[in-house]
């Protein structure tokens, strides 16, 4: 069993033009993502990615397919689901005019609807896969709930006013 999944892409590969990267981790692999983002299982998982130059970074694109494998949180049975979702980021190299800057002090103006500002890569590298982990991690449900489920509960004990108990405070039998 391999310690995760990984796959580098060095920035200088891009100068060509776009890499199309189609990627799907072994057992082993699925079993140490699984681990990580605390899933009884990965059944399954398929990315196909586009790479391609942006400004002096680069731009990750494209779209994951899984099966993943949860406990249901009512029943504690296990069960399986298909989850998928589209991945678009932006990588620069430390010390690029395009990274973000850090704000020291002052206000920070927040705009919703401009795009996320780019990661800042700490080597000439980008691993793909992380963007595929970070993405599939959003997409899991945390609270999940095997198809069917219910949650059913009645309490035995009878309800009593907080009066009535107050009252058996200030009376006690003997």
């Known amino acids: 069993m391999s310690d995760g999944w990984h796959r580098p892409l060095r920035l200088h590969e891009l100068a060509r033009g776009p ?7 072994d057992d082993g692999e699925r079993a140490a993502v699984a681990k990580r983002l605390g899933l009884s ?11 391609k130059p942006w400004l002096d970074g680069a731009e990750i694109a494209g779209r ?10 009512v029943t504690l049975e296990p069960f399986e689901q298909a989850v998928s979702g589209e ?5 620069v190299p430390a010390g690029s ?14 705009d919703l609807e401009a795009d996320d500002p780019p990661d800042v890569l700490s080597g000439d590298a ?5 963007y595929v982990i970070e993405h599939l991690s959003l997409e899991i449900d945390p609270f999940p ?11 035995d004990a009878k309800e009593e006013s907080p009066f ?8 006690p039998k003997p």
């Open 87 to 91: 991945i678009h980021a932006r990588a």
């Open 97 to 110: 005019p395009n990274a973000p800057t850090e704000a020291g002090s002052g206000e920070m103006e927040l």
């Open 19 to 25: 890499v199309s990267l189609a990627l799907a981790p």
């Open 64 to 73: 994951f397919d899984a099966i993943v494998g949860y406990v249901c949180g």
């Open 126 to 130: 980008i691993d793909v896969t992380e």
């Open 164 to 171: 009535a108990v107050l009252k058996k405070l200030k009376d």
């Open 145 to 155: 709930r095997k198809p069917g489920a219910t949650f059913d509960y009645a309490s």
């Open 41 to 51: 299982s990965l059944p399954a998982l398929k990315a196909q990615l586009t790479v």
